[in-house]
């Protein structure tokens, strides 16, 4: 079963404005890495942020950890219709097996 | 080089025939995977090599058998497939064998099985 369930499942906003995907997940992590995916194309990674980190940028990605509340949120400043994608939040377990597992995913489209 | 390169693209086989995906990757990585993707899913784990052996298999059947002939190769066998098995087949490799960093992926094979 996944480990993260994403939210929304599918996000339609215009270009300019912010995206935020949110992932939750059910149980203790290593770290936590985010994803996109072009329609049936391989995964590009993101961004990588780790058990002790909070929050983390690259470009216009921001994403935030709340280990707490076992969630992670990711950003998308200013979106672009080229960041019409799937987004896939994954963590590895703390299990110190190489098991990377994948939240449900959310579809973005940004229309110009 | 920082691709991982998967053939062929796409494959159509019937459910008697047998066919192999191959993976090749050039950047040293020790840990490579093998993931399975259904329409509109996520990828779901399939099996791990490192350092060329098979450190997970996450209970696939045995139709499909992955095979490392080397740290730059990765192949899946493909033998007596259902159509349920036609999904997007994805490659990754990973520079540890700890899983704390980035997975590579390549564009993926799409195996359709009549």
């Known amino acids: 079963s996944q480990q993260g369930e994403e939210d929304p499942q599918a996000l339609s906003i215009q270009e300019g404005e912010n995206a935020t995907m949110n992932c939750s997940y059910k149980?203790?992590?290593?770290?936590l890495q985010w994803y996109r995916q072009n329609s049936g194309r391989g995964l590009v990674h993101l961004i990588l942020i780790r058990s002790n980190e909070r929050e983390k940028h690259s470009g216009r990605l921001r994403v935030t950890l709340d280990t707490s509340k076992k969630s992670s949120s990711l950003l998308i400043t200013a979106s672009r219709a080229a960041d019409t994608a799937s987004y896939f939040c994954a963590t590895i377990m703390n299990t110190g097996f190489q098991k990377l597992v994948f939240g449900t995913g959310t579809r973005l489209l940004v229309s110009p | 080089d920082t691709e991982v390169t998967q053939t062929p693209k796409h494959l159509v086989m019937g459910m008697t025939n047998k066919k192999s995906l191959k993976c090749e990757q050039h950047m040293g990585h020790r840990a490579m995977y093998w993931y399975k993707q259904k329409a509109k899913k996520p990828p779901e784990l399939m099996f791990v090599y490192s350092y060329e052996k098979l450190s997970i298999n996450e209970s696939v059947p045995s139709r499909f058998s992955p095979e490392c002939p080397n740290s730059s190769l990765l192949n899946l066998h493909l033998h007596a497939l259902q159509p349920e098995d036609s999904a997007l087949y994805l490659c990754a490799s990973s520079q540890g064998t700890d899983n704390t960093g980035e997975l590579f992926f390549g564009e993926g094979s799409r195996l359709t099985v009549l």
């Open positions: 149980t203790s992590i290593n770290n």
